[in-house]
């Protein structure tokens, strides 16, 4: 049974899927209704989702532990990123995100999912202007969805990024949290400084 994630709320991915270790995560929005009826010219929102893996320390020590539509696999085969939908057009997920969760280094103790509007302050583009948007976890051993977290709402008024939850090792076993932290950005190195 899926459990309905609140901002803040955190699970044992071991409790919840005791035999995960593959693991995906799923990203849907819906196209963003156009202002000007049938002849507008404004862009569809393009949402890219992306991993950074950050260290014990919490901090991203190499760019390639940056997955996004520019680097689609971690070197380590661990995370591998499918692709880039840049319309948000159908049903289901936009963007998924497959974890192999024994294959993710030592070194790393956390993986943050994120997801920002691409060249958004350009096309003048905001989250709470994206409707239907989720974010999804799927243990892929049985493709039974274990969370989801809904994205949409004006607490995300003029933010254009968002870190969506995070994977992290506890002692022995993988947890998941639910951030829902919005903030402005200027793009995936933007936000990536944050860490280093």
Same mark, same amino acid.
């Given at each position: 049974?899926?459990?309905?994630?609140?901002?803040?709320?955190?699970?044992?991915?071991?409790?919840?899927?005791?035999?995960?270790?593959?693991?995906?995560?799923?990203?849907?929005?819906?196209?963003?209704?156009?202002?000007?009826?049938?002849?507008?010219?404004?862009?569809?929102?393009?949402?890219?989702?992306?991993?950074?893996?950050?260290?014990?320390?919490?901090?991203?020590?190499?760019?390639?532990?940056?997955?996004?539509?520019?680097?689609?696999?971690?070197?380590?085969?661990?995370?591998?990123?499918?692709?880039?939908?840049?319309?948000?057009?159908?049903?289901?997920?936009?963007?998924?995100?497959?974890?192999?969760?024994?294959?993710?280094?030592?070194?790393?103790?956390?993986?943050?999912?994120?997801?920002?509007?691409?060249?958004?302050?350009?096309?003048?583009?905001?989250?709470?202007?994206?409707?239907?948007?989720?974010?999804?976890?799927?243990?892929?051993?049985?493709?039974?969805?274990?969370?989801? +977290?809904?994205?949409?709402?004006?607490?995300?008024?003029?933010?254009?990024?968002?870190?969506?939850?995070?994977? +992290?090792?506890?002692?022995?076993?993988?947890?998941?949290?639910?951030?829902?932290?919005?903030?402005?950005?200027?793009?995936?190195?933007?936000?990536?400084?944050?860490?280093?």
């Amino acid at each position: 049974m899926t459990i309905n994630l609140q901002k803040g709320q955190r699970i044992s991915l071991k409790k919840e899927a005791p035999n995960l270790t593959r693991l995906m995560c799923g990203l849907g929005w819906d196209v963003a209704k156009k202002a000007g009826g049938w002849f507008s010219s404004s862009p569809n929102f393009d949402l890219d989702s992306f991993v950074i893996c950050l260290d014990q320390n919490q901090k991203l020590t190499d760019k390639s532990d940056i997955i996004y539509f520019a680097n689609l696999r971690h070197s380590s085969g661990a995370i591998t990123h499918l692709g880039d939908n840049l319309t948000g057009d159908g049903q289901g997920d936009d963007e998924q995100i497959i974890v192999d969760l024994p294959k993710v280094p030592d070194r790393l103790s956390k993986l943050l999912f994120l997801v920002n509007i691409y060249e958004a302050q350009k096309r003048n583009q905001e989250l709470s202007q994206v409707d239907n948007a989720f974010v999804r976890l799927v243990d892929l051993n049985n493709n039974q969805e274990i969370a989801r +977290y809904q994205l949409s709402g004006s607490q995300y008024q003029n933010k254009n990024a968002l870190i969506l939850g995070e994977v +992290y090792r506890h002692d022995s076993e993988w947890k998941m949290a639910a951030i829902g932290e919005a903030f402005l950005a200027k793009g995936i190195g933007d936000i990536a400084k944050k860490y280093i």
